[in-house]
């Protein structure tokens, strides 16, 4: 079963919508690019999918299950099957918390029983690449590639079925870029896990993503606006 938007249109501002009649089906197993300049609307589609954003018009469904509230609203079981990666792990990481404590969000926010979260925060940082000695570290004391591992981690941890990488590797050396995508693609061979890569790095896309569309060519002959 697929994430799914049909005719979804949104924006911030009424009367300016910056996602204009747009469908889109990530797949299971299957990697799908998103390109685009910045500004033509990706990442507010990204929201909409991370049930972050609520669309003007138009319908999500998650796993064939259409969604009627967004954000806090939307059913936690459904937002579990969502992972999100943003462009800036410093935006969306609370400086506060040890890296081993933001991989550990989502596992303490479902009520996973302690032992289990310790095993898979284990298990997950192994895979992405954190130390044992950087988990225990602040984001002001990592690199942001180190940072980023984390938010890969965390968003990897609940094993959702789809996962949406808002410009994950804008930020990133080239090896840190191809470690983090190398973790994905293990994620949809082994488990197989749908995923919706957001760039406006071309290259990158076409060796990464299976299939790479463009959805606003359909809708109007310029990029979308906002």
């Not at 990442?43 to 138009?58: E, K, N």
């Amino acid at each position: 079963m697929s994430l799914r938007a049909e005719s979804v249109t949104a924006g911030w501002r009424r009367g300016h919508p910056v996602v204009d009649d747009v469908d889109l089906t990530v797949e299971p197993g299957v990697v799908l690019g998103l390109a685009g300049p910045s500004g033509c609307g990706k990442s507010t589609l990204t929201r909409v999918l991370a049930l972050l954003h609520a669309p003007w018009s138009g319908t999500v469904t998650v796993g064939g299950e259409p969604v009627h509230r967004y954000r806090f609203g939307a059913p936690a079981a459904l937002r579990r099957r969502i992972g999100v990666v943003f462009q800036s792990p410093r935006a969306s990481t609370d400086p506060r918390l040890t890296l081993d404590r933001i991989v550990a969000e989502p596992l303490r926010a479902a009520g996973t029983p302690d032992p289990a979260v310790t095993a898979r925060v284990d298990e997950i940082a192994d895979l992405v690449g954190l130390t044992p000695e950087l988990r225990t570290r602040h984001p002001h004391e990592v690199s942001d590639g180190q940072l980023q591992r984390a938010c890969l981690a965390r968003a990897l941890a609940p094993e959702p079925d789809y996962l949406l990488c808002d410009e994950m590797t804008a930020m990133l050396d080239a090896s840190t870029t191809a470690a983090l995508v190398s973790v994905v693609a293990d994620e949809v061979t082994g488990r197989g896990l749908g995923v919706l890569a957001v760039s406006h790095d071309e290259p990158l896309l076409g060796a990464w993503a299976g299939e790479v569309v463009r959805p606003w060519s359909r809708v109007r002959p310029c990029p979308w606006t906002g």
